[in-house]
């Protein structure tokens, strides 16, 4: 049983990890426009900043799925949910589960491919920077082996224990019925 809570904790503590490094490229971004404004206003030329924020910008969206999904925060339509009864809604759980496991997991496997392919043949990015393009690659890669764990690991819980662990935000939700 101590095995199972390690696991829990290490799993929870990687969700919110991927969002705390989510929020630090949203913290680089802003740097990286402030730079740019700067360089602007001084009349100097600052290449690749652009390119970098899109990077950063992939970067933070990856990342942040799993910590949004554990949070509530993505988006779910559960009129359905709330009309039938419990035991059907908990297979219809499942069901959507099921198809974002599988669909995330595929996403990873050709993410694997893409970065991999990118190493390869030494892809740079078409801007100035020219960047090795499995970096920024690895970064979303990365996001979408957690997005794709998180839902793996959501799916197991409702199969066990009948309930997924996504936490609603009650307070959030009143804004928006």
């Not at 933070?60 to 059907?88: E, K, W």
């Not at 920077?129 to 979408?144: K, N, Y």
């Not at 764990?149 to 939700?173: E, M, P, S, Y």
């Amino acid at each position: 049983m101590a095995a199972l809570r390690g696991l829990r904790s290490a799993l929870d503590f990687t969700y919110l990890a991927a969002g705390v490094l989510a929020s630090l490229c949203l913290i680089a971004i802003l740097v990286l426009i402030v730079l740019q404004m700067l360089a602007r206003w001084i009349g100097e030329v600052a290449p690749g900043i652009p390119e970098y924020a899109g990077y950063f910008m992939a970067a933070a969206s990856f990342l942040a799925f799993a910590n949004a999904l554990n949070r509530g925060s993505h988006i779910r339509v559960s009129i359905l949910l709330n009309a039938v009864p419990p035991h059907i809604a908990r297979w219809i759980d499942v069901w959507c589960f099921a198809i974002g496991t599988a669909v995330m997991w595929y996403v990873v496997y050709y993410g694997w491919r893409f970065v991999n392919f990118s190493i390869m043949i030494n892809d740079i990015s078409q801007g100035q920077d020219r960047t090795p393009l499995w970096i920024p690659q690895s970064f979303m890669l990365l996001g979408a082996v957690i997005m794709a764990i998180a839902l793996t690991d959501h799916l197991i819980h409702l199969l066990f224990d009948g309930k997924h662990r996504i936490q609603r935000d009650l307070v959030d939700q009143s804004f928006g019925e």
